[in-house]
C-alpha cells in the first residue's frame, strides 16, 4: 500500500480526493489537513509515500510547504490555477493535477507514484541531481537546469543552459532518471524540459534559440503536460 495525505484549504477539494482514492486499492490516505502548517507537523512524524497539496493557500502555499519537507516524499500539486503548477516543476513533483480532479487522471497520478516507488525514483526531498560519466570522470548534473538533452550516435549531449555534458548513455536510460512531470521526450534524439520551452511550432519548438524537432508520434504527450 502507498501511504497518503492530502492538504487543501478548501473542504470540497479535500471531500474529492478522499472519494476518489477510496477507489484506488493501492492508495491508503492516512489523513488530510486544512491547515498546511499542521500538516507539516504531521509529516515530520509520519512516513508518507506521497502528498497530495495545493498550491495557493493561506497559511504556507503549496510551494512553500514542498521546500519545507525534511523526509522523502512523491509531492502531486493540486490546483485550480494551471499557471501556479509550473513554479512546482524545479521542486521535480511527481504530477500535478488539475481542479476538478477526476477518478481518471488521479489514477494515472497514482500509478506513476507507484512506478516510480518500485523503480526507486527519486522522491522530493532525495535528489534534485545525477551523476554521469563524461570520459573517466563524473559529472554532477542539476536537474531543475536541465534545457534538453540530445542524442548522438553512441552519446548524449546534455545542456544546462549553455553548458554542454556529454555522456554515453541512451535516451531511454536518461528518460528514466528524469521526473517525468517535468521532462519529456519529443522526438527520438530528444528530451526537453516543459518549463524551459518558450514556443511550440508545428514540427519545433524552441528553447531560447534552439530549435528542436517534435515527432507526431510525441506531439500528443507534450501538448498534456503543457496545457495542464
Request: proline share 4%.
Amino acid at each position: 500500500m502507498i501511504s497518503a495525505i492530502a492538504i487543501d484549504d478548501e473542504p470540497i477539494a479535500l471531500d474529492i480526493i478522499k472519494t476518489h482514492a477510496a477507489n484506488i486499492p493501492f492508495i491508503d490516505l492516512k489523513a488530510t489537513f486544512l491547515s498546511a502548517t499542521e500538516a507539516l507537523a504531521w509529516i515530520q512524524k509520519n512516513e508518507t509515500d506521497v502528498v497530495f497539496l495545493d498550491i495557493r493557500m493561506p497559511d504556507l502555499t503549496g510551494i512553500e510547504f514542498a521546500s519545507l519537507i525534511s523526509k522523502p516524499a512523491h509531492i502531486i500539486f493540486t490546483t485550480a490555477y494551471p499557471e501556479y503548477a509550473v513554479k512546482g516543476f524545479d521542486l521535480a513533483a511527481t504530477d500535478y493535477l488539475l481542479k476538478p480532479v477526476n477518478l481518471s487522471r488521479m489514477l494515472q497520478a497514482c500509478t506513476l507514484v507507484k512506478e516510480r516507488i518500485s523503480a526507486g525514483k527519486p522522491q522530493l526531498g532525495s535528489s534534485q541531481s545525477l551523476f554521469v560519466k563524461d570520459g573517466y570522470d563524473l559529472v554532477k548534473i542539476n536537474i531543475p537546469d536541465i534545457s534538453y538533452v540530445e542524442a548522438g550516435d553512441n552519446y548524449l549531449s546534455i545542456y544546462e543552459g549553455s553548458k554542454r555534458t556529454l555522456t554515453r548513455m541512451t535516451l531511454t536510460e536518461m528518460l528514466d532518471k528524469l521526473p517525468a512531470a517535468t521532462f519529456q521526450k519529443v522526438h527520438k534524439s530528444y528530451i526537453v524540459a516543459v518549463t524551459k520551452i518558450d514556443k511550440i511550432e508545428r514540427s519545433h519548438l524552441l528553447i531560447g534559440n534552439v530549435r528542436v524537432p517534435v515527432s507526431v508520434n510525441f506531439k500528443d504527450a507534450l501538448m498534456r503536460k503543457v496545457n495542464f
